[in-house]
């Protein structure tokens, strides 16, 4: 074991990082005892946690000047995708840095794309989330609407699933609410963390989010509950809690 980032990074040629924050990968890379005081010329950091886009650009160019890269590589596909090491990655970085690591990304993940430069993986992961958590919201709405009219919100996920509506949210998170399962994979907590990068993101670039900005809303509710540590599927018992 070695005592801080910067020693880690003394004796490697690849370091791969994901945390949760913005401020813990500014601390790994730039922080005292991080990875650019011990990193060699040539060095790469492959980081493939969920961070604003703009994060990811000033971390890498602060490392630039050292002659350390970086690739943001944040990742899709949930526990079952690295389980089985089936993740989407999505790559920001010089396309020349990424084909050096891309070996090791093998071994991690089935689908590697180069979005473009650094912080372009961030920005097709803030995409992705927002496509997924408003995905889960409609399923609560239509897993909520078939349990207000009776019938068996199992065989509904099961007919859906063989349609257009589809899909591995509705199979996953549809099949979660169905079954009243809301123990974490992913804890809800980290998707209410990646909207926040996205709502903020879009405020910055002056976008109309209308979607975006219920499915917040009803992600801060999920919090103010108290399931952060739960799964998403639990944005289900935020629709109930408010009926009552």
Known sequence: LRASPAEVAAASDVVFTIVTSNADVEAIALGEG???????????LVDMSTIAPGTARRIAE???ERGVDMIDAPVSGGEQGAINATLAIMAGGQAAVLERVRPLLEKLGKT????GPNGAGQVAKACNQMIMVANIEACAEAIQLANANGVDAARVVKA???????GRVLEFFGGKMAARDFKAGVEARLHHKDFGLLMNEATALGLAAPVAGQVWQQLNALMANG????????LLR????GKT
């Open 238 to 241: 935020v629709l109930e809690r």
């Open 227 to 234: 399931w952060g540590r739960e799964d998403t599927s639990s």
């Open 160 to 166: 859906l699933s063989g349609g257009s509506a589809g």
């Open 62 to 64: 602060k490392l630039a």
């Open 112 to 115: 590697i794309v180069h979005i």
């Open 34 to 44: 991080g990875l650019i005081h011990g990193a060699k010329a040539g060095c790469v």
